[in-house]
Every structure is written in C-alpha cells, then in structure tokens.
C-alpha cells in the first residue's frame, strides 16, 4: 500500500495537491456567520483556521456607555439561547459588588429558569445536530418540545428568545400564577418525549457510526484550551460551575455532575442527553417549595456600583461565562469583559478535527454547540 | 465467511434501529390529531397573546383622552438605545404657575430592544407593553409613532 502511495506522490502527474476551502460564513452547518478556512487533502482535514468578526457588535464597547440594568439586556443577545443564565451572570456580578442578599425567591426562580434555558437550549442543539447530519426529522420534534419552555417564558418574563428578566436584585416580574403548573405540566410531558430523542437519533446505527471514535479531545487538552460545559465534561473535565461554585439555589438541589471519559462526539452527545434528565430533575426539586416573598429587593434608582474589579461565573449550556467589570464609581462601568464559553470551545476544533474526513467535521462542530454571536459578541 | 455474516448482520441491526426511529415517526403519521403545528394567518381571530407579552410600548388613555404621563423624561435615561424621545412645553396653569408638560411622547419602534427597562421605570405607569406583533410597514418612518394622542392632556391628581 504504502508502495503505491509512494508512487503517486512521487509521480508528476498523479500528485495530491493540498487545497485551501473556505467553509462559510454563510454555510448551513456554521449557525451563523462563521468563517472556517480549511486545509484538506482530499476529503481528508489537515488544518483548521476559524476567522471570525463577521457579526462582532461590540457588546464589550457598549456596555462602557450604559447603565447597570442595561448591561443585563445586551447580554441577551450575546449567547441567545443562555439569556437567562447571562442575565443572571451580571445581575449576581452587580449584586456581589454592592453586597445586596437577594430574597430566597428570587434565588429559586432564577435556578429554575436557568434549568428551563439549559433543557432549551439542549433541544435545540440537539434536532440542529440531527439536521447537520441530514436527519431532518429531528428538527421538528426538537423544536416542539421547545415551544413548550417558550411559551413558559412567554407568559412569566414576556419575551421568548431575548428575556430580559434578570434585574439587579431580583426579577423583573413576579412569576404567573400559572407558572408552576406549567412548569410541572412541561416535565411529566418531557419525560415521556426524551425517550423518543434516544429512539430516533441515539440508538441509530448510522448516527453511532457517525459519531464514535470521531474528534478526539483528551482531558489535557480540554484543560489547556478552557472546553468548558458539557463539551469540556465530556473529555473527563469536571468543569460543572452548579456543582463547585455553587450560585443561587444551587447549593439546594442534588444533582450529578455528567462525566464521560470516551472524549469523542457520541461521548458530547450523550452527555447532553443525559444532563437535560438532570436538569428535570433539578427543577423538579425546586417547583414545589418555591418560598415566599418579595421577588426584588429595592435597588436605587441609579445603580453605583464601589471603585474596583469584580468577577462572577455562571454555567450555561453551553459552559463556563465569566463577566469581569472594573468600576470607577460611576454609573456605567469603566470596563466589561465576557467570557465566553463558545469562543474557547471553538478553538479547540482544530485539535479535533485535524486527520478526519471534512463530514466529520460537521458532526464534531455539532457538538461543540456554536452559538455565533457569543464567540463575536 | 465470518466477516460476512457480521457484514449481513449490520445491515439487519441498521434496518432494526431505522425501524425503530420509524415507529416514532409512524405514530405521528397516524395520529394527525395530535400535531402541534399552527395554521397562523387564518388562526388570527383565536391568537391570543400572554398578557405580559412585549410587543411595542403604547401609552394608555381614558375615555376622556387623558394619560397618565407628566414628561418627566425618566423613560427617555432608563432606555438603553434611545428609542424614546420626549419633548416637552411648558404652559400656564390657571393660578398663574408655570408648568411643564409632555408635548410628544415619541418612540422609535424600529429602534426598540423590548426590553421592558423604561415600563418599569415609569413613576406614573403612563406606558405598558402592548400585545401587537405585527409590525411590517411599507416605509421605515411609519415605525416612529408619537405616544400621546393628540389633544390629549393628563389626567386630574397625577403627581410629578
Ligand atoms: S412615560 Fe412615564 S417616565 Fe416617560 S415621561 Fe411620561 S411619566 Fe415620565
Ligand atoms: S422597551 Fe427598552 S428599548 Fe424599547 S423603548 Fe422601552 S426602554 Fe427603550
């Protein structure tokens, strides 16, 4: 074999060029406006660049100009699918730096969004991963289940995508009085349709083909590149922020951290699956003992936050998102600084894929769960 | 020989696990009932939105056309892109005091984020979040709407 490898490479005529492909900004598989300039041989990946700043709005920039609370609905519309958990990284930021103790109520609703956001934003990722594979079916029956957690927000914060429902100090609203009826409506009906995911997509033999042993990323390198969330767990990093810095009602629930050692995509996969029963779980945990009181505590008009740096971390789904705002005293921030947890995980595509087939790929950059604005912000 | 039955095998075990996949989708072939799609333009009369849902800022009025707004211009700091603009005036009151009040009240619906900030901070809750979510218009200016009706003035006993 390898005679006639030699052969070929050696002959002018039948010699392998490698060639540069542009993959994106605009193609299907990117979710958003992410340019990959891929080196390949043959169908074979031998390099991946990721340019990105297509859709870089300056988010960080922004946020030097204005107020506290508006800081919190900018980060809506960084990693969309997380708001809730964005949302919740400022407000607890605010919070820590003017040193305000927020109602147990508050604490409860917000995890419990939280959860409702990660299985969302799970579904979601989930019939896209289906898609990207060429399983359409998958979509729809993602995306009707997700409905179900939209129209929950819908009804208690008044938005679907960009909520906008954390405020320094508390919530926006009061939760609907139908909201834990609804919520628990949403769990017995999502514990009969996850079964459904594993029987359509996971159990499948070419999907497992697909997938197993595919974009390896061993522990190391997860800790080397910051792979955080449950791409990061799936290499075997313990990284879960609700399990070692636990924030709100975190510290109430138990829930268990998913690890997996196998480090491939089927490995990121599942791990997806199966922190969405946990998320269930959690909520299911909290639904019923959701406590009394007040959902805000009474902030001032003009939210000032002490002269110094302040640093707080919240899991979404998608990993780790730190913000770090330094203060001059003033109402608006001297600087921000996100950290997000897609801009990390992309870069450690090229780690995975070097060596597979360009179809592979597409899978591995599945299940990482790019969400284009939160690694452009 | 070997290699061959588990070549066969595959194929059967990959039929076996379509199969499976198919019992999901064949039930809700079947089941039409049970779909969960919309027909959206003809179901408008029976589309009901959440009473919280945000869909533009509108400000409330009587039947007398009276609001509740004083042109404080709170709303116009708390909004986080400058989509509202007020413009006020002043008038003579009948005892002969100076006072100012709203003469526009305009909002840039194009430019708004939704994002409930200037609802909340309005000391005399003169503005609310409407339920419309239909907004195409043919010409972007048509999405710059002054609040206050015309003619409208505010209501007896609001304070400033
Ligand atoms: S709408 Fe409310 S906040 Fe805005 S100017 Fe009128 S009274 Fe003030
Ligand atoms: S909803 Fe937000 S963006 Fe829109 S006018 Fe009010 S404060 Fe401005």
Redesign the pocket.
Known sequence: MSEIREIILNSDRLATDEYLVNMGPQHPSTHGVLRMLVRLEGEKVLNIEPHIGYIHSGIEKMCEAISYPQIIHLTDRMDYLSAHMNNEAVALCVEKALQVEVPDRVNYIRTIMDELSRLASHQLWWCVMGMDLGALTTFFYGLRDREKILDIFEETCGARLTVNYNLPGGVMFDIHPNFQKRVKDFVKYFRTKLPEYDQLLSGNVIFRERTSGIGYLSPADAIEYGVTGPSGRASGFSCDLRKHQPYSAYPLVKFNEILDHRCDTLARYEVRIKEMYESLSIIDQLIDNIPEGEYAVKMKGVIKLPEGEFFQRVETARGEFGVFVISDGKKNPYRVKFRSPGFSNLFALNKMAKGHKIADLVAIMSTLDLVIPDIDR | MKSFIEYIGSIFKGIWTLLIGMKVTGKYFFTPWKNVTQQYPENRDQLVMFERFRGE?IMTHNENNEHLCTGCGI?EI????G??EIISKSILTPDGKKKRIIDQHI?HLGM????????KACPTGAIVMGQKFEHAVWDRSLLTKVLNQPGSKIEEGVKE
């Open positions: 800022v709303c708390n909004c986080p892109n989509s509202i909002y708004c984020t939704f994002c409930n900030l200037c609802v």
